[in-house]
C-alpha cells in the first residue's frame, strides 16, 4: 500500500493498471477538465458484504471514492463545498453518527484516537453536550529547529489549550471528530440522546450500484441551490477559514467543543518546506480570520450571549491577526528611519524612564522563550520562529489585510489560495539543511528584502552617527538595539541577497528592487 501511494503521488495519476480495476478512476479518462465533470462515485469497499474482511478475517469497514460534480456555472466552494458533498453521500451510505474530518495530506499516527474520542462523546453526564473533539495540527517533516515555525508548536499545545478552558476550541479544519447532526445545524438542547444504534445504514439491503446511482444527485452541483447548505447546515460558505466560522457557529448554537492532547500524535501531516508556502498559507488564515471579524459573524456580535465573553477575546486573537500588520511595520520602519535622521524615539539611556520599555521587552520575551522551551522546543527553534512572525506580520497578514478591505469595498473577489507542499529534491535538502528557501520572484520578498535593506542602511548609518558624536548613543541607545536585533534576524534575508549561489537564494530582480527602494526610503528620511 505505502509503495503504491508513493508511486501514485510521484506521478501525479492513479497508475494504469489500478485505474482499469476500479469503474471510478476509468471515468476520469471521458473528463476533459477537472473543473467540468460529472460526479464520479464508486463504492469500493462494501462493509455489507461478507466477503469484505482483512488477511486477519476481521470486518473491513465500507471505502467509498467521491468526486463531487462540478461545472464552470457553478461555485464549487472549495473545502467547504467538498466537505458537504461527503456529509451528504456519507449520510445516505452508512449515516454513521460520528464523522472523521482530515486533510488530504494527513494519516493517522494513534490507532487510539478513535476510542479516545468517543469516550468523549459517550460520557454519561456531558457527553450529550459535544458538537465535536479537536486534536493538535502535528506534522511528521518537520526539523529540528524549525526553519519556518511550522509545528505552530505554541499554538497547538498552549493556546488551544487555552481555548479549552474557555469555553471549547475552535475547529481548526482537520483532525477533529464531529457529532454529525451539529454539523447539519442541529441546536443544542438539554434534552437531546443520541440514539448510537439506530442511526446508521450498514444493514440495508440495496445493491451496491443501486446505493451508487442514488447517491450521485446528493454530490451535484444544482443540489444545494435553494437549500441550507453552507449557510444554516453544513460547513459555512464564502470564508477562506471555512472550519474557524463553522465551530464558532456550533458553538453559538449551544454544543461544546473539547480539545484533546494524547501522549502519542494522533494525526500527522506534511508541512509547508518552502518560505513561499509558509506564506501563502497564513495570508489565507489572516485574511479569513478578519473577514469573520468584518461580518455578521463577528464575535462580539454574534457570539454575545451564546458564547462566554473569554471565548469571544480567545477567537478575536485570530481574528486580528491581519490588522496586527500595521503595528509591525510600523516597529520595523519608523524607528530605523528615525534613526538615519537621529530623531529620538524613546528616553536617554541615562534617564530613569527609560526603564520600563527594557522590563517590559525582557519579561515578554522571556515569557515567550520559556513557552516555547516548555514545549519541547530549542533555543534556536524560538529564534527561528521570531523571524517567521515578522515575515508573516510585514507580508501575510499585511495582503490579509488589504485584501480583505478591498473585498469589503466590492473591488476584489475572494478566492481560495491551495497551500503547494510538493517541491523538487533540492528544495528538500535545503528544508532538511535548515536553508532558508527563496528562489521565486513574489511581492512578498520584495517586501521582506526592501525592508531588511533599509535596517541594514539605518545600521550603518547610526554607528557612523555614534563613531563622530559620542553623545547620540545616550540618545539613540534602545533605537540602536532595537534595529540590531532586527538586522540580526534578517541575517538569512542578507545571505540570500548576497552571498548564496544556490537556486535557492533572491532572486536578482529582487536584490535590485530591494536596494534601490532601500537607498530611496533612506536618502528622503536623511534629507
Not at 473569554?310 to 516597529?331: D, F, T, V
Amino acid at each position: 500500500m505505502k509503495i503504491r501511494i508513493e508511486t501514485t503521488t510521484k506521478f501525479g495519476r492513479v497508475p494504469d493498471n489500478l485505474r482499469q480495476q476500479h469503474k471510478g478512476f476509468r471515468e476520469w479518462d471521458l473528463v476533459s477538465s477537472r473543473q467540468d465533470h460529472q460526479t464520479i462515485l464508486q463504492i469500493l469497499i462494501d462493509g455489507r458484504a461478507p466477503e469484505a474482511v482483512d488477511v486477519q478475517g476481521q470486518a473491513l469497514p465500507t471505502l467509498v471514492y467521491l468526486a463531487r460534480e462540478k461545472r464552470p456555472q457553478y461555485h464549487h466552494n472549495f473545502k467547504a463545498g467538498a466537505m458537504n458533498a461527503l456529509i451528504r453521500v456519507s449520510s445516505r451510505i452508512s449515516n454513521g453518527p460520528i464523522i472523521l474530518n482530515v486533510d488530504c495530506d494527513m494519516y493517522s499516527n494513534n490507532s487510539k484516537s478513535i476510542r479516545d474520542a468517543l469516550c468523549f462523546f459517550l460520557d454519561q453526564e456531558k457527553g450529550h453536550e459535544i458538537a465535536y473533539v479537536q486534536y493538535p495540527q502535528n506534522f511528521d517533516n518537520i526539523t529540528q529547529n524549525e526553519i519556518y515555525g511550522n509545528s505552530l508548536r505554541v499554538i497547538m499545545e498552549v493556546e488551544l489549550s487555552g481555548f479549552d478552558g474557555n469555553g471549547g476550541p475552535c475547529y481548526i479544519g482537520t483532525g477533529c471528530f464531529h457529532r454529525r447532526e451539529t454539523l447539519c445545524g442541529k441546536k443544542y438542547s438539554k434534552e437531546f440522546k443520541a440514539e448510537w444504534r439506530s442511526e446508521n445504514n450498514r444493514n440495508s439491503k440495496e445493491s451496491s450500484c443501486a446505493l451508487e446511482e442514488s447517491c450521485k444527485s446528493l454530490a451535484s452541483c444544482a443540489f444545494e441551490k435553494n437549500t441550507e447548505w453552507g449557510k444554516e447546515m453544513g460547513l459555512k460558505y464564502g470564508c477562506a477559514v471555512e472550519d474557524i466560522i463553522t465551530g464558532l457557529s456550533i458553538q453559538c448554537r449551544g454544543w461544546k467543543s473539547v480539545y484533546f492532547i494524547p501522549e502519542r500524535k494522533a494525526f500527522l501531516g506534511v508541512a509547508p518546506t518552502t518560505l513561499m508556502q509558509n506564506l501563502i498559507q497564513h495570508k489565507r488564515w489572516s485574511e479569513g480570520e478578519f473577514q469573520i471579524f468584518l461580518s455578521k459573524y463577528c464575535l462580539l456580535v454574534y457570539g454575545h450571549k451564546r458564547i462566554p465573553l473569554k471565548l469571544q477575546l480567545s477567537y478575536g486573537i485570530y481574528n486580528l491577526w491581519a490588522p496586527n500588520s500595521l503595528a509591525m511595520l510600523y516597529y520595523v520602519v519608523v524607528p530605523s528611519l528615525c534613526l538615519l535622521k537621529g530623531i529620538a524615539l524613546f528616553p536617554q539611556i541615562s534617564s530613569p524612564w527609560v526603564l520600563p520599555f527594557p522590563c517590559v521587552v525582557l519579561a515578554n520575551r522571556a515569557y515567550s522563550l520559556w513557552e516555547f522551551l516548555s514545549c519541547g522546543g530549542t533555543l534556536q527553534g524560538w529564534w527561528n520562529e521570531q523571524r517567521i512572525w515578522m515575515f508573516k506580520r510585514t507580508t501575510s497578514y499585511l495582503f490579509g489585510f488589504l485584501s480583505t478591505i478591498l473585498k469589503q469595498l466590492g473591488l476584489s473577489k475572494a478566492t481560495f489560495a491551495v497551500t503547494e507542499k510538493v517541491v523538487d529534491e533540492d528544495v528538500s535538502q535545503r528544508y532538511e539543511q535548515e536553508v532558508m528557501e527563496f528562489g521565486t520572484k513574489s511581492p512578498m520578498f520584495n517586501i521582506i528584502a526592501t525592508l531588511a535593506m533599509l535596517n541594514l542602511l539605518s545600521c550603518t548609518g547610526a554607528i557612523k552617527r555614534v563613531i563622530v558624536d559620542k553623545k547620540a548613543l545616550d540618545i539613540l541607545a534602545l533605537q540602536m538595539l532595537l534595529n540590531g536585533l532586527l538586522v540580526c534576524l534578517n541575517l538569512p534575508v542578507y545571505k540570500g541577497l548576497f552571498f548564496r549561489k544556490d537556486s535557492g537564494r533572491m532572486p536578482p530582480s529582487v536584490t535590485l528592487f530591494s536596494i534601490i527602494f532601500a537607498l530611496l526610503a533612506s536618502t528622503i528620511a536623511m534629507y
